[in-house]
């Protein structure tokens, strides 16, 4: 399956991705790592698997809806048959979302529907929750609001801080990101018309 993952930064899913296509686990090619920011780890990451990689500076455009035309035909010259969002810290328009439906993925670092948008882990701290965990869903022109995919849940220890919070549930969306992925290259995962998720199938 062609794959183009979307970065902003350290890209740690996007090596879990790599390390699956590598091990020959993750049926995917992996055929550019697209950044909206400049000299990323994730773009070593990308160029150390032997990826292609650009950067398209968002920076240098006039508005959103022009930088996501040029991101569309970007991504389009690859053609992919999935795009994954990994860690890419931009909201997309409307338009852009449309072009993808059912073949766009992102991961989010919440229990969703729980805290969308920023500072996740924060919030979970601030509220007292015993639980935390990170969340795949299909991108929707609802931001964070798409249907969930596959979550993972971890405990929210006395002594977490952000950091070490943010760490436990990193370490599993490296695990989920990847077996999400591998069930929609393998075909049991599609978004349907009603845009639920469909796992095998069922909702
Ligand atoms: C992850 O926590 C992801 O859920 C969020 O941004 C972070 C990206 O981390 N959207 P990385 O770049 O994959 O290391």
């Known amino acids: 399956l062609a794959v183009v993952v979307l970065i902003s930064g350290s890209g740690s899913n996007l090596q879990a991705l790599i390390d699956g296509q590598q ?4 049926p995917i090619v992996i055929r550019a790592v697209i950044s909206n920011v400049p000299d990323v780890r994730g773009l070593e990451r990308a160029e150390a698997a032997g990826i292609s990689t650009a950067v398209l500076n968002h920076r240098l455009f006039d508005d959103r809806a022009a930088f996501d035309t040029a991101l569309m035909a970007l991504i389009d010259s ?8 990994a860690g890419f810290m931009r909201i997309l328009t409307p338009d852009f979302v449309r072009h993808y439906l059912g073949r766009l993925l992102n ?3 919440s229990l969703l529907p729980k805290y969308q948008g920023l500072h996740t882990h924060a919030r979970a701290l601030a509220a007292g929750d015993s639980e935390h965990g990170a969340t795949v869903h299909f991108v929707t022109e609802e931001l964070d609001g798409g249907p969930p995919i596959l979550q993972a ?10 950091d070490r919070l943010a760490a436990r549930v990193l370490k599993q969306e490296h695990k989920i990101y990847p077996e999400a992925v591998r069930w929609f290259a393998s075909g049991r995962l599609c978004l349907d018309p009603d845009k639920r998720a469909r796992l095998d199938g069922k909702l």
């Open 78 to 85: 690859f053609d992919p048959a999935l795009v994954v969002l």
């Open 153 to 162: 849940r971890v405990p929210v220890l006395p002594d977490d801080d952000d």
């Open 107 to 109: 991961i989010h670092p």
């Open 23 to 26: 091990g020959g686990d993750l």
